[in-house]
């Protein structure tokens, strides 16, 4: 069994590191980042809502919401100070640069950020976007860090009906009528859960990124260790 990931509880947190962190039923993912004694929980919250939560102590905030949080590879590289300050720094540059306007929720995503923090991906756009999961996915491999395999990945039966769902969700809501027209298109996309994005880059090994079944190993070996976690 796999055992490369640490569990980073929240006792642990600390500063000039790099977190990914998970909703206790594993739907959704945030990134938590700290600059200048200011810790900072970034994720994509829904459709153009871009957040940056701003805490002077992340310990409350994961307690109370009984989040689980994971060490990135940053943190184990040797020279993980300047990595990290230097990847906390580009977090900070792409949500300057997108939390007016937003990035568009979607299940198909492609393109990267560039230095500027700017999305670009090849047109048509129409229907693509990110969910929580691929905008961190696609925040290290716009910093250079590919930790997901995707050639290796899985087409599930279940995330198509997922896909299914947040259309239908974004139609019964009158969500932005012609992006959601657009994605009914896009349907079938490969998806790469929150639980699955946050693994990925706690084993990642550079430059080699982790296929879908190594993934899947230590998912499983995660629920493990929750299962035998204290919980006060």
């Known amino acids: 069994m796999p055992n490369e990931?640490?569990?980073?509880?929240?006792?642990?947190?600390?500063?000039?590191?790099?977190?990914?962190?998970?909703?206790?039923?594993?739907?959704?993912?945030?990134?938590?980042?700290?600059?200048?004694?200011?810790?900072?929980?970034?994720?994509?919250?829904?459709?153009?809502?871009?957040?940056?939560?701003?805490?002077?102590?992340?310990?409350?905030?994961?307690?109370?919401?009984?989040?689980?949080?994971?060490?990135?590879?940053?943190?184990?590289?040797?020279?993980?100070?300047?990595?990290?300050?230097?990847?906390?720094?580009?977090?900070?540059?792409?949500?300057q640069k997108n939390y007016d306007k937003g990035l568009p929720y979607s299940f198909a995503f492609s393109g990267s950020f560039n230095n500027q923090g700017e999305w670009i991906a090849p047109e048509p756009k129409d229907g693509k976007g990110f969910t929580c999961a691929t905008f961190i996915l696609m925040l290290f491999a716009s910093f250079g860090y590919k930790i997901i395999n995707y050639d290796s990945w899985a087409k599930r039966e279940e995330d198509c009906d997922w896909e299914k769902n947040v259309v239908a969700y974004f139609d019964r809501n009158n969500i932005d009528p012609v992006h959601t027209q657009a994605m009914k298109d896009l349907i079938g996309s490969l998806r790469y859960r929150p639980d699955e994005v946050s693994v990925a880059s706690a084993i990642y090994n550079p430059p080699t990124p982790s296929n879908y079944d190594y993934i899947q190993q230590n998912i499983h070996l995660l629920k493990q260790i929750i299962s035998i976690e204290p919980t006060d």
């Open 5 to 95: 990931f640490k569990l980073a509880l929240a006792s642990l947190i600390e500063k000039n590191k790099i977190y990914t962190v998970l909703h206790s039923d594993f739907s959704h993912i945030l990134l938590l980042h700290e600059q200048d004694d200011v810790f900072s929980f970034v994720h994509l919250a829904g459709h153009k809502k871009l957040l940056n939560e701003t805490c002077d102590d992340p310990h409350v905030k994961i307690k109370e919401q009984s989040y689980l949080c994971l060490e990135t590879f940053l943190n184990m590289k040797n020279d993980h100070g300047s990595s990290v300050e230097a990847f906390s720094v580009f977090v900070d540059t792409v949500f």
